[in-house]
């Protein structure tokens, strides 16, 4: 009876409002797609081995298995890894912040000889990925002792093009009268920076934290090449290790650990999905 009701008033929506329904089955379409592959490894993840072996196409699992999770802890330092990954990613994104304003205040807001030069080299560092500058910035940390340190993994990522792009593109839009305010109250240039602008961008700086944040999280080039111990060693090597340790692939423990390595993700989205919602639906200033 319960399924009749539904595709009753599943009938009566789509004759009051055909276009609303379609649009809302599309999205549901989306996002089971886009959930599918999420909830294919955590349930690969409660299966044994020989399990997946013989039935590999076969989703749900016979009964939960927690063994791989167990493995997971014994073979990788997992708290350990990740304490340096989000200590990581974090430095990165705030320290990206705190300097994105100023750029981007300057490219917005501020007229000097050269403005126009100056940010089509931010656009052209857009395009040059962090390999190409790998070997000059190791040339360079090598001799002064930061290789395998926390600071080799932060600083070089300390200035992003692509937050000093966003926050000059979201200060055009601010009105230049509330800048001339603050002068006239005797606030200085940091001051309106991050004190009177830097709020009014929360939106666009919630984006740049998600974005950098993500990004670096799940980094695995850079650590690999910086990295020489377990002391600053991030999560996302420590569970590609996992596909060297033993022999053949042992599916069911690869996917539990990757299933780790999204949670902090997964809840720092919790977390931000008000302030994502409010960039999407933001409006420009003024």
């Known amino acids: 009876m319960s399924l009749l009701r539904f595709l009753f008033r599943l009938a009566l ?16 379409l989306a996002g089971v797609v886009w959930l599918a592959p999420y909830a294919w490894m955590v349930l690969t993840s409660l299966k044994t081995l020989p399990e997946i072996v013989s039935a590999p196409a076969y989703p749900l699992p016979s009964s939960i298995h927690l063994e791989a999770y167990r493995e997971v802890f014994r073979a990788v330092p997992v708290l350990r890894y990740l304490g340096n990954t989000l200590a990581m990613a974090l430095a990165i994104a705030l320290l990206q912040i705190a ?48 290789v395998n340190t926390m600071a080799a993994l932060v600083l070089p990522f300390g200035v992003s093009a692509l937050g000093t792009f966003l926050v000059r593109q979201a200060l055009l839009a601010v009105p230049d009268e509330v800048i001339e305010a603050a002068r006239l109250d005797g606030a200085s240039e940091l001051y309106i920076v991050y004190r009177v602008l830097g709020p009014m961008l929360g939106p666009t700086l919630t984006a740049l934290f998600l974005f950098s944040f993500v990004f670096h999280y799940n980094d695995y080039f850079w650590p690999l090449m910086m990295t020489t111990d377990d002391s600053v060693r991030t999560l996302p090597l420590g569970i590609a290790l996992l596909r060297e340790q033993g022999t053949g692939s042992r599916w069911h423990i690869l996917m539990a650990g990757n299933a780790v390595l999204s949670l902090p993700v997964l809840a720092v989205f919790a977390l931000a999905q008000r302030r994502i919602l409010r960039a999407v639906t933001a409006r420009p200033v003024g």
Request: aromatic share 10%.
């Open 99 to 146: 300097l994105a304003l100023p750029a981007g205040y300057a490219l917005a807001k501020l007229h000097f000889t050269g403005r126009r030069l100056a940010f089509g080299l931010v656009l052209a560092c857009l395009v040059i990925p962090a390999q190409v500058t790998f070997v000059p910035v190791f040339t360079m940390l090598g001799p002064i002792g930061w």
């Open 13 to 28: 929506a789509l004759r009051a409002n055909p276009s609303r329904v379609a649009s809302h089955a599309v999205l549901v």
